[in-house]
Every structure is written in structure tokens, then in C-alpha cells.
């Protein structure tokens, strides 16, 4: 018995010693974060993880978006942050942004299909985007639903958040001061965001570019407003999945 106490006491001992040196590393990372330098770097490494983690596919489509939207919050916390400082905010959810969303969405994809596509083809010479992962869905109805599920409640989510939120924000944070703050940022963002579509190829990088352009003047219209950027967003993956279903693409 007077051994199991003692076995006992030093455990518990052990369980505080540990819990202290965890607050003290806790303390230390707090003061780290709070210099600057330090900071800019973590952001930039996690401006980093998010670009390139997805292209690994450790995870499935349906999955990796809600984990990475997940470490992105704890992040954020690390820093007293949530989603709402990057502009995603539930409050600001409403029809008005889901129909205007929808609409500029789906305008933009004709405009993009009929003028602005065939014109950076004829001038740049561009390839079209490499689609071929979306070619399953010419035969199989219940893929085509699937991707535009996952498409609507965590893909596009996702990548607004993470692009338009969270990189667009801090990257606009290490840019301030400095003149056409909003512009410089929105323009890397942009470049971030066509090299993300890669796995497309030159047409599809370009493509992706010119949307980030254009999403990010959206942007600066609505005032920060995610929900529009992410309707707009939706409802253009929506009908390009479809034209690509209906044999136009491809």
C-alpha cells in the first residue's frame, strides 16, 4: 500500500511538473507570436501548407476541406482571431447575397465561355484547362450531384475562405503602408490562386488568375462580404460542371 501511494504521488507530481513546462511553452509561443517577424513567418507558412496540402491527396475531395478549415480556426485562435475577422461571418448570410451571388456567377461564366475564353485563346494561344477530372461525370449522374454537393457546402466555402479570407487578410496585413495596399495583395492573391489550379495546366492557371481578379473586385464591392464571393463562386463551378456533363467542355 505505502508503495502504490508513493507510485501514486509521483505520477501526480509528474502530470503538474508536465502541465507546468506545457504553460510555459504556451507563454513562450504567445511572446513569440506577438513579435512581428515571427508572425509574418507563421503566416507565410501557413499561406504555404494551404496552397500545397491539397495537392497531395492525402485526403479525399469531401474531406480535406473541412480539416483544413478546421486547423485554419485553430490558427486563428492561436492568435484571439476567428473567422469573422477574415470575413466570414453567418450574420451576413442573406438572400440578397445568394441571389446577386448567383446571378454575377452565373453571367460571368457565359462571359468567360463566349467572349472572354475564345479571346484569350486567339491572342495568347492558349490550351483550354485540363478538365480531365471532372470527365466522370459525363457518365455518371450520381458523381455529377456528388461533386456539386461537396462543391456548394465545402469546396467552394473552402477555398474563399481560405483565399479571399484568410490569405487575402494577411497577406494585406504584411503589405500595410505601403501604397495600392488592396491591389498588390489582390494581385498575389490572384497569382496564389491560378497556380492552386496547376493540376489544369497554362489555360487552366491563367483562367483561375483572371477569377481571382475579378472575385477579388467582388470583393472590394461588397465590402469583405464572403457570402457573396462564395454563391458567385458556386454557381459558376455549377454550370461549367454542367456544360462539362452536357459535352460542351471537353
Known amino acids: 500500500m505505502q508503495i502504490n501511494y508513493?507510485?501514486?504521488?509521483?505520477?501526480?507530481?509528474?502530470?503538474?511538473?508536465?502541465t507546468h513546462l506545457m504553460n510555459k511553452y504556451f507563454t513562450l509561443l504567445k511572446l513569440m507570436i506577438k513579435?512581428?517577424?515571427?508572425?509574418?513567418?507563421?503566416?507565410?507558412?501557413m499561406i504555404a501548407f494551404f496552397f500545397i496540402v491539397p495537392h497531395f491527396g492525402l485526403m479525399p475531395i469531401y474531406i480535406y476541406p473541412v480539416v483544413l478549415l478546421f486547423i485554419c480556426w485553430l490558427y486563428l485562435k492561436l492568435f484571439h482571431q476567428s473567422f469573422d475577422d477574415i470575413g466570414f461571418k453567418f450574420?451576413?448570410?442573406?438572400?440578397?447575397?445568394?441571389?446577386?451571388?448567383?446571378l454575377l456567377g452565373a453571367g460571368y461564366f457565359f462571359f468567360n465561355y463566349f467572349l472572354l475564353g475564345p479571346l484569350l485563346?486567339?491572342?495568347?494561344?492558349?490550351?483550354?484547362a485540363d478538365i480531365k477530372d471532372?470527365?466522370?461525370?459525363?457518365?455518371?449522374?450520381?458523381?455529377y450531384l456528388l461533386i456539386l454537393l461537396i462543391a456548394w457546402i465545402s469546396g467552394v466555402p473552402y477555398e474563399e475562405i481560405i483565399f479571399r479570407g484568410f490569405i487575402f487578410?494577411?497577406?494585406?496585413k504584411m503589405f500595410a503602408g505601403t501604397k495600392r495596399n488592396f491591389i498588390i495583395t489582390?494581385?498575389?492573391?490572384?497569382?496564389?490562386?491560378?497556380?492552386?489550379?496547376?493540376?489544369?495546366?497554362?489555360?487552366?492557371?491563367?483562367?483561375?488568375?483572371?477569377?481571382?481578379i475579378v472575385i477579388t473586385i467582388l470583393y472590394k464591392l461588397f465590402r469583405g462580404n464572403l457570402w457573396y464571393l462564395i454563391f458567385f463562386h458556386?454557381?459558376?463551378?455549377?454550370?461549367?460542371?454542367?456544360?462539362?456533363?452536357?459535352?460542351y467542355f471537353g
Not at 188 to 194: C, D, E, H, L, N
Open 91 to 102: 450574420s451576413d448570410l442573406s438572400m440578397k447575397s445568394l441571389l446577386i451571388g448567383c
Open 169 to 172: 487578410t494577411r497577406l494585406r
Open 35 to 45: 513579435s512581428k517577424p515571427v508572425a509574418t513567418l507563421l503566416d507565410l507558412l
Open 234 to 247: 458556386s454557381m459558376y463551378d455549377t454550370i461549367a460542371i454542367t456544360a462539362i456533363r452536357l459535352g
Open 121 to 128: 485563346q486567339k491572342l495568347l494561344h492558349l490550351p483550354p
Open 134 to 143: 471532372f470527365q466522370y461525370v459525363k457518365n455518371n449522374f450520381t458523381g
Open 6 to 18: 508513493l507510485l501514486t504521488e509521483l505520477r501526480f507530481f509528474n502530470i503538474i511538473e508536465r
Open 186 to 212: 489582390g494581385f498575389i492573391t490572384s497569382a496564389i490562386f491560378g497556380f492552386y489550379h496547376l493540376q489544369q495546366g497554362a489555360g487552366g492557371i491563367v483562367h483561375a488568375f483572371i477569377f481571382g
